[in-house]
């Protein structure tokens, strides 16, 4: 604007341009002059305002996308996008550390070509994503080519004027997540002394039991006077008592049958068998006992009750029937098993 103002100047000292044209003295020229100068300036001040507003625009931009490559270089997701062919047209994030595989290799290669290398779950996603775009498809999944590995991949499909013309898909490591989920619901199942399922555990567990015909039974089991041991000789010595009983159970019960603590002195417990077997293992628990109070400072007994278990009950009747006769054991002068009505 500088420039404008010296060149009307020079041109209205020196009569040139259309200064020159202009009749009618020096005050009529003066006049010509700043009105001149007021349109010169007018017409450039539009013109560098919109120069100036295109290289701030252009240098945003920059500034925006240098922003953008330094989030993708320290992200720790890997970023990929496919068009509706299932090509990959742009690769960036933690590519080589979630899918072993460079940003670069991945540009312009097929996603079926890259579920041979990382697994078919990410291909399944993208295709789900494009049949269904109003839907966020989300799964975990282990890649085949980096071991001990636990990835959840989230594919959500790209519109344009209303038209699926892609996938964006976003990979991130959960490993230590799903570790820490899988170990907080193992404790919300386990009892934390004796380190066997709890009841919840044992309802979550008992679902997985196919019960098709065979023979099983309920057995519930608890420690004869075990409020006298605790005031007796102490919590702790209680606790061992607990802790003992229990893993007696699990090892006269080997892999056939579901153990559990329900809490206090009381133990649930599917067998595999019928209410023969059930009593023969009771017998053969009995005689761990017996073994298990020469070894403590305090001699401890059980009592227990059985109720047989078929497809077609429920297993919340057969529990109940089994708290029944264990009741009944207690009644009767307690350190015995109860199998009948």
Same mark, same amino acid.
Request: glycine share 8%; aromatic share 4%.
């Given at each position: ?5 010296? *060149? ?36 450039? /001040? ?16 920059? @500034? ?16 990929? *996008?496919?068009?509706?062919?299932? *090509?990959? =047209? ?10 072993? /595989? ?12 890259? !579920?041979? &290398? ?20 989300? +799964? ?9 590995? #636990? ?26 997540? $799903? ?6 619901? =193992? /404790?919300?199942? #386990?009892?934390?002394?004796? &380190? ?11 679902? =997985? ?6 023979? +099983? ?33 699990? @090892? ?7 153990? +559990? ?15 023969? !077997? ?16 020469? *070894? ?15 497809? /077609? ?14 009741? $009944?054991?207690?009644?009767?002068? $307690?350190?015995?098993? #109860? !199998?009948?009505?």
């Amino acid at each position: 604007m500088v420039i404008v103002g010296i *060149s009307g100047a020079l041109a209205a000292v020196y009569h040139l341009g259309p200064v020159a044209l202009v009749q009618g003295g020096p005050v009529f020229e003066a006049i010509f002059f700043q009105s001149y100068l007021a349109i010169l300036l007018g017409t450039a /001040l539009p013109v560098t305002a919109l120069v100036a507003s295109r290289a701030e625009a252009l240098a945003e931009a920059a @500034r925006r996308e240098e922003m953008l490559r330094m989030i993708l270089d320290h992200s720790p997701d890997a970023i990929l *996008s496919f068009d509706d062919g299932g *090509s990959c =047209r742009w690769a960036d994030g933690a590519t080589d550390e979630l899918l072993g /595989l460079s940003a670069g290799s991945c540009r312009g290669a097929l996603i079926d070509e890259l !579920a041979l &290398k990382i697994g078919p779950v990410l291909a399944k996603l993208c295709r789900a994503a494009l049949a269904d775009p109003a839907e966020t498809q989300i +799964a975990d999944f282990a890649p085949t080519n980096l071991e001990g590995r #636990t990835l959840e991949a989230t594919v959500k499909a790209v519109m344009s004027d209303e038209k699926v013309v892609g996938t964006v898909a976003t990979v991130r490591d959960v490993t230590a997540q $799903r570790a820490r989920e899988r170990e907080i619901a =193992r /404790l919300a199942m #386990t009892d934390p002394l004796t &380190k066997i399922p709890n009841r919840a555990g044992f309802d979550a567990a008992i679902e =997985r039991v196919p019960i098709k015909g065979e023979a +099983a039974c309920i057995a519930l089991i608890d420690i004869d006077n075990f409020k006298g041991i605790n005031d007796r000789f102490g919590h702790k010595a209680g606790d061992r008592a607990l802790v003992e009983l229990a893993a007696a159970i699990v @090892r006269l019960s080997g892999s056939d049958h579901l153990v +559990a603590r329900l809490g206090g002195d009381e133990f649930l417990i599917l067998l595999a068998g019928d209410i023969t !077997a059930a009593q023969r293992f009771f017998g053969g628990l009995q005689s761990e006992i017996a073994i298990l109070s020469a *070894s403590l400072e305090f001699d401890i007994t059980i009592s227990g009750g059985i109720a047989e278990l078929h497809a /077609l009950a429920e297993i919340d009747s057969v529990f109940e029937e089994a708290d029944r006769r264990l009741y $009944r054991s207690k009644r009767d002068g $307690r350190n015995r098993v #109860t !199998a009948t009505a």
